[in-house]
């Protein structure tokens, strides 16, 4: 996805709250919540956002905005381990036990 204008941005955040319900916000509805009396400029305005990626249009329905959601990227297993292990425990045996359970649990999670 390319960087949004802040006005794009805004638009975003505005299809993304009123869509909340599970369904997409008309342009009129996104106009009046950005404060915008042109459908035109609502249409070019959300039409942009589409052009970098950052919604799509589902065809053939009424209300068709759909926001595109990024790809989370896995972290590591090992960076997570290390992460915990410098974050929270101090080394004594106490704390590496209690965080052989956080991982162990962890890891079950994971894996599921």
């Given at each position: 996805?390319?960087?949004?204008?802040?006005?794009?941005?805004?638009?975003?955040?505005?299809?993304?709250?009123?869509?909340?319900?599970?369904?997409?916000?008309?342009?009129?509805?996104?106009?009046?919540?950005?404060?915008?009396v042109?459908?035109?400029?609502?249409?070019?305005?959300?039409?942009?956002?589409?052009?970098?990626?950052a919604?799509?249009?589902?065809?053939?329905?009424?209300?068709?905005?759909?926001?595109?959601?990024?790809?989370?990227?896995?972290?590591?297993?090992?960076?997570?381990?290390?992460?915990?292990?410098?974050?929270?425990?101090?080394?004594?045996?106490?704390d590496?036990?209690?965080?052989?359970?956080?991982?162990?649990?962890?890891?079950?999670?994971?894996?599921?």
């Open positions: 996805m390319v960087a949004l204008t802040p006005r794009q941005r805004e638009c975003l955040d505005v299809i993304q709250r009123l869509s909340l319900d599970g369904v997409p916000p008309s342009f009129r509805e996104i106009g009046d919540a950005l404060g915008i042109s459908k035109s400029n609502v249409h070019r305005l959300v039409h942009g956002l589409a052009e970098r990626g919604i799509h249009f589902r065809p053939g329905r009424a209300r068709s905005i759909a926001v595109v959601r990024k790809a989370s990227r896995p972290v590591p297993f090992d960076a997570m381990a290390a992460a915990i292990n410098d974050a929270f425990f101090g080394g004594d045996a106490v590496a036990a209690i965080r052989r359970v956080l991982v162990a649990a962890w890891k079950r999670a994971r894996a599921a």
